[in-house]
């Protein structure tokens, strides 16, 4: 089955720079690989996703990239502020099962002021 | 719009007792997941509905574990008799299940302790 490995586990930076995390995923057949962010004692919240037919995709100051070669997309969150520190996960859709999602083991950001 | 509700936000009880998780998914979504998220094992998908069938439970962990939906505004996890290595988050996710739309909305998790 498909597999979404994430990197770092865990992540911290200084306000103002900025914050890279990668995954990997296994299933070529995969199209959709959204980023989920969650602050404590919250759900994850969509923050971006991206196609299998783009290889970037911004939203202010956060962008994603995709690499369909190599099987990999990674977050760039740029002038990180400390109301970005929450955990961050990656997902990849497997559409031979319907939508479900597989998620990464997630990375936990802090921005230190 | 409501977002995804689930109730109760917090569920402390003994093992043993049957305990029932709820979820209203966003409105005109048709398409609902159950996640259990836990230190150990992450984020992981139970079951999840579409049209109010459910597809794919092959997450669900044993027999003590059900799932329905009745109807597309309210779907139950229930747990039978629990244990306490069934403490964890539970969250209620829905999408809109139309093709091409694979945005899914979490709701803000039960958080679960059997003693």
Request: hydrophobic fraction near 15%; aromatic fraction near 0%.
């Given at each position: 089955g498909e597999n979404?490995?994430?990197?770092?586990?865990?992540l911290s930076v200084q306000e103002g720079d900025s914050a890279v995390i990668k995954c990997t995923y296994s299933d070529s057949a995969s199209n959709y690989f959204p980023w989920y962010k969650q602050e404590l004692g919250k759900g994850p919240q969509l923050i971006i996703d991206i196609r299998s037919n783009v290889g970037e995709k911004k939203d202010q100051r956060i962008a994603v990239t995709l690499n369909k070669t190599a099987k990999h997309f990674s977050l760039h969150i740029t002038e990180t502020q400390p109301e970005d520190s929450a955990v961050y996960f990656c997902a990849a859709l497997l559409p031979e099962y319907g939508n479900k999602l597989v998620f990464g083991a997630g990375t936990i950001l802090r921005v230190k002021s | 719009d409501a977002g995804v509700i689930q109730s109760p936000r917090h569920e402390v009880t003994e093992m043993g007792q049957e305990v029932t998780l709820r979820c209203k998914p966003i409105s005109g979504h048709n398409s609902l997941f159950w996640y259990r998220q836990t230190m150990m094992r992450g984020l992981e998908l139970l079951i999840y509905f579409n049209n109010n069938v459910p597809i794919d439970d092959s997450?669900?962990?044993?027999?003590?574990f059900s799932a329905k939906m009745p109807n597309a505004s309210f779907s139950t996890l229930k747990i039978q008799p629990s244990e306490p290595r069934d403490s964890a988050v539970y969250f209620c996710a829905s999408q809109a299940g139309d093709a091409g739309k694979y945005e899914q909305y979490f709701g803000p998790g039960t958080r679960l302790t059997v003693t």
């Open positions: 979404v490995e994430q990197h770092p586990s865990t | 997450g669900m962990p044993e027999d003590r």
